[in-house]
């Protein structure tokens, strides 16, 4: 059994808690822990595809660490000078490297949820409480990839016209791509039209409207909810208790170690690594079983 296949609502517990975290802890091994397992669970999920994304993150988190530096002067550890004479700080670096490392870590993760909780996982989870925001949501995750294949046909279309978006001098290249722009939005509000009045016919609007869900709390959910609870309860703890913190400004302090801080780093390891986990043994189990079937 995989991580996407367990209770919507686990999913949704665990994956606002990595994105919760990632974005509010500062201190470098909570940021590392979170940036490794998102980047191996999206491989996991997604292949090569996400491999190539996620790396290409490193070099934009390298290039922001500069930027963020070469504008933000604080600390009192200069490495260099810039030509305009501004000095570059080491708790600038610092700052700027835990900043791009946070956003790249919350996309990687964003692109995680995208590809785990899908579109009846949402309708599940906010059908009850609003339907409205689900539909919408529903319809919003559907046309995303819907949106992404039209774009691959018009561009496809107009190349064999040759009024492609490579194709050309710079500004007919420029031209071709707003066109292709102006397509793909007028398609994207008529298919969003389409939706609505589909919906409208079928009592999406009715009030006291269900949907059919075939998700059930089982002994497995209940055991996964526990271990969660815990994680979950040990990183906040760390986040109350000031381990999760780090000061740059006007030196790099990080969060005073104690005994309780290899608790907290623990317990924030495996919140994180437990969608992987989950992934890899599900796939053992299945492994093992299918060897043992064709044995027998």
């Known amino acids: ?37 998102a980047f191996a669970w999206s ?50 670096l610092a700052c700027g490297l835990a900043l791009g490392s946070t956003i790249a870590a919350l996309l990687i ?9 899908t579109a009846d996982k949402i309708v599940f989870l906010l059908g009850r409480l609003s339907p409205k925001l689900s539909l919408v949501c529903a319809i919003l995750l559907r046309l995303v990839p819907r949106v992404c294949r039209q774009a691959l046909m018009l561009d496809t279309a107009r190349k064999g016209l040759g009024l492609g978006s490579g194709q050309g001098n710079l500004l007919r290249r420029a031209r071709n791509a707003l066109i292709r722009c102006s397509g793909l939005v007028s398609w994207t509000l008529e298919r969003i039209m389409e939706a609505s009045a589909s919906m409208k016919a079928r009592g999406g609007a009715l009030r ?78 299945f492994a093992r079983a299918h060897r043992s079937l064709n044995q027998s």
Request: a positive charge; glycine letters at 6%; hydrophobic letters at 50%.
């Open 208 to 285: 006291g409207r269900t949907a059919y869900a075939l998700y059930r709390f089982d002994l497995r959910d209940r055991s996964c909810a526990v271990a969660l609870a815990v994680l979950i309860t040990l990183s906040a703890m760390g986040r109350l208790l000031g381990q999760t913190g780090m000061r740059f400004d006007p030196a790099l302090r990080p969060a005073p170690f104690t005994p309780l801080s290899l608790v907290f780093w623990a317990g924030w390891g495996f919140l994180c690594l437990l969608p992987l986990g989950t992934d890899l043994t599900g796939r053992i189990r």
């Open 43 to 92: 491989v996991e999920l997604k292949g090569v595809k996400a491999f190539r994304f996620n790396v290409c993150m490193i070099p934009l988190i390298l290039l922001f660490t500069l930027w963020y530096a070469s504008f933000r002067h604080f600390g009192v550890t200069n490495l260099w000078r810039t030509p305009v004479g501004n000095y570059i700080t080491l708790e600038s």
């Open 109 to 117: 993760w964003m692109s995680c949820v995208h590809a785990v909780l």
């Open 1 to 37: 059994m995989t991580f996407s296949q367990r209770h919507p609502a686990l999913l949704l517990c665990c994956l606002a808690a990595a994105l919760a975290g990632t974005a509010l802890f500062r201190h470098p091994a909570y940021l590392t822990v979170s940036f490794c397992a």
